[in-house]
């Protein structure tokens, strides 16, 4: 296979809402350009990127996906992303590896929550874009109606360069603004298409459309301004070369329509691909650090040293791992070792790819700007940077975002738990968000992740995939204890048997500390009343009774002991003895000391559509949640909270239904409060129903 210079490389992130046809679209690109043999369909599971099982099973992406083809003698990279917000980071991780963007939009149904989101993200990263008007064959589609939603969101710039020649069941062609000339499909989804003149009765409505067009071009150029004035048009040369100005500098942003089904209006979408769309070397270098930490930059443009960096990665229980790289600068051959500059180590290649979904074709090298595979890397994760060992920079890793929702996960089989650890572990070095911890308090396993989706979908591939099965389940509030008051306790062990009996005397003074201190004990013994070897015993026995709780068997925490007199014996006295007594002197202090509960308090920030700010709030109060502020941001309004955990578990779906999936949430730990008195009952008789307890031991 050959190698292919920057200036004829296209790398494309393809995103959009869930179910705007996104992954179809793709299929249908591919299948023009002679990629494939057929029109690869997401509903039967042939689409090319949609190659994983549970895609298939659930006819939605889960994953960023790389499909390739030959276009005008242009190598252009697709990169397929998920629309689901759960899925967002796969979206991310694909924007940041691709020059541009094609936004696909649904014809009935507009702009959506995650058109938004992307755009925005695509936006962030400085991505030209290019819009599709998906499925412009569907019952009650409207090119008219979509193009008044695109520019209420995003502006005048969103200019159509192509418009439907019919709509709904008639959608087999469009016209081109461009050449003014309209291109006919074939009605077998091959693709084929007959150039013609405009239609009669569009001829009108796409002469006003071609003027706009025109317009919108000359505005962003004197020349070419003073060129439409003199002419009342623009050559059809000076028209493509001021468009393509335009759209890199993000200034203009075409919008075509499309059936992906049908295969109607591709060949124009490549067209605007490679005409219009930046190559890697029209993309501003990358910055990044070298060894001493100075800033550098690297680009596909020059003779800058070899750089790529890995902006995915999947794990395969049979191939191992694929590390899927861009290539930021030089040249990456098959042949030879890597230097990973993130963890300053040497990588050993076990085969250098391009991919076609999950078909991988071996080649000898990938050049600056292109988009490949490199199987087998040891130890190289997602986010981290190949380079030159000579001339070495570590490029800035993508900001995923944090994970929103936590289930506690348990084994169906006991004695599964290093088999799920495994599995957790391979998977988490394909998914940046997942997170797997255990929670030292409560004992249990957490998974994390985006939603219950996401959260749900890495349980079908444990199972799937390494045969492990489990089960979710809300994970539990971890609770603490504490005291408000201050108190003196005594502990007197005494037992007599037959040989040599059990005694040990301790008396305490108990106080609270300050939030956050957790535990500080004082010895304060003069006199030898208690021996020194003994004393450790009694702050033992303190501890164990401590993290045991008294009201509900939690831990308690942030209060001090001072041990300040006590009795012993010669022959009966032991360290066993003297930690009884401490754990009975705790006891009887903690009792005088007005003992209460405390419950872990998250900083919550939500992002919502001004629209929904008002009852977002509401339901935050509602859930026992202290407001902190609320700001604009991005289109929309932050809002922060203070809100006890024990309110925000599923909080995800609540969110979701109040703001139609338009909103979207960051927890992080903050503090421990104490638990209202009205609630603290029954936090208690929940926790010892689940104890067993009857009633308080004696």
Not at 326 to 347: F, I
Not at 390 to 396: D, E, G, I, N, T
Not at 483 to 504: C, L, Y
Request: hydrophobic fraction near 40%.
């Amino acid at each position: 296979m050959k190698t292919w210079d920057a200036s004829a490389v296209r790398n494309v992130a393809v995103v959009g809402h869930g179910g705007s046809g996104k992954t179809s679209l793709v299929a249908a690109l591919l299948f023009d350009m002679g990629a494939t043999t057929r029109l690869g369909r997401v509903d039967d599971g042939t689409a090319i990127t949609d190659f994983d099982a549970d895609e298939i099973e659930r006819k939605i992406s889960l994953q960023a996906a790389v499909g390739w083809g030959e276009w005008k003698k242009t190598r252009i990279n697709l990169i397929d992303a998920p629309g689901y917000a759960v899925f967002a980071a796969e979206a991310q991780a694909a924007l940041r590896a691709a020059d541009a963007a094609i936004v696909v939009v649904d014809a009935v149904a507009g702009v959506e929550v995650q058109t938004e989101k992307m755009w925005r993200l695509a936006e962030q990263y400085g991505l030209p874009r290019l819009i599709v008007v998906n499925r412009e064959d569907r019952e009650r589609a409207s090119f008219e109606r979509t193009m008044e939603s695109l520019r209420a969101a995003f502006g005048r710039g969103v200019v159509p360069i192509a418009v439907p020649l019919a709509e709904e069941k008639d959608f087999r062609g469009v016209a081109d603004l461009e050449t003014d000339k309209a291109d006919v499909y074939a009605d077998d989804q091959s693709g084929k298409f007959e150039q013609t003149e405009v239609p009669e009765a569009l001829k009108e409505a796409e002469a006003a459309a071609h003027a706009q067009l025109v317009e919108m071009v000359a505005e962003i150029d004197e020349s070419l301004m003073e060129e439409f004035f003199a002419l009342g048009n623009l050559p059809f040369a000076d028209l493509v070369k001021g468009l393509r100005q335009s759209v890199l500098q993000q200034k203009l942003f075409p919008v075509l329509p499309a059936s992906s089904l049908r295969n109607v209006g591709m060949h124009p979408i490549l067209d605007a691909i490679v005409d219009l769309l930046p190559s890697p070397e029209d993309r501003a270098p990358w910055a990044g650090v070298d060894a001493a930490g100075a800033e550098v930059t690297r680009g596909a443009a020059g003779d800058d040293p070899f750089s790529a960096f890995v902006w995915k990665t999947m794990v395969d229980p049979h191939a191992g791992r694929i590390s899927m790289v861009r290539v930021v600068s030089g040249e990456l051959k098959a042949d030879a070792p890597l230097y990973n500059a993130s963890r300053d180590l040497v990588e050993r290649i076990g085969g250098l790819f391009a991919l076609q979904g999950k078909t991988t074709t071996p080649v000898t090298a990938l050049r600056a700007g292109d988009i490949g595979a490199i199987a087998k890397l040891k130890d190289t994760l997602t986010n981290e940077t190949l380079a030159d060992k000579a001339s070495p920079v570590k490029f800035a890793p993508t900001a995923f975002p944090e994970p929103a929702t936590t289930f506690a996960i348990e084994p169906k089989t006991r004695g599964d738990e290093d088999k799920i650890s495994t599995a957790l572990q391979r998977l988490a070095e394909e998914d940046p968000v997942l997170r797997v911890s255990r929670d030292a308090q409560t004992h249990e396993m957490l998974l994390s992740g985006m939603g219950q989706l996401h959260v749900e979908v890495i349980v079908a591939r444990l199972r799937k995939r390494y045969r492990v099965e489990l089960n979710l389940k809300r994970p539990k509030v971890p609770y603490r204890e504490t005291i408000k008051g201050a108190a003196e306790g005594h502990g007197r062990h005494k037992k007599q048997t037959g040989g040599h009996g059990q005694f040990a005397d301790c008396k305490i003074r108990m106080k609270p500390l300050a939030r956050g201190e957790d535990f500080k004990f004082v010895d304060d013994i003069f006199g030898g009343s208690i021996p020194r070897n003994y004393i450790p015993a009694v702050e033992k026995g303190i501890q164990e009774a401590r993290l045991r709780g008294f009201l509900a068997g939690y831990p308690m925490v942030d209060f001090q002991v001072e041990l300040y007199d006590g009795q012993y014996h010669d022959v009966d006295s032991s360290e066993m003895a003297f930690k009884i007594a401490g754990s009975l002197g705790f006891k009887d202090a903690v009792a005088k000391c007005r003992p209460t509960l405390l419950e872990p308090v998250l900083k919550v920030e939500v992002h919502v559509p001004e629209e929904y700010a008002g009852s977002v709030m509401g339901d935050l109060s509602s859930r026992r949640g202290r407001p902190q502020g609320m700001e604009p941001k991005a289109g929309g309004q932050l809002i922060r909270a203070e809100v006890p955990m024990a309110e925000m578990l599923g909080y995800d779906a609540t969110l979701t239904s109040m703001t139609g999936g338009r909103g979207s949430y960051h927890v992080e730990f903050s503090h421990y409060d104490e638990v209202p008195a009205h609630l603290q009952e029954k936090v208690i008789a929940a926790a010892k129903a689940e104890r067993g307890d009857v009633k308080e031991e004696e």
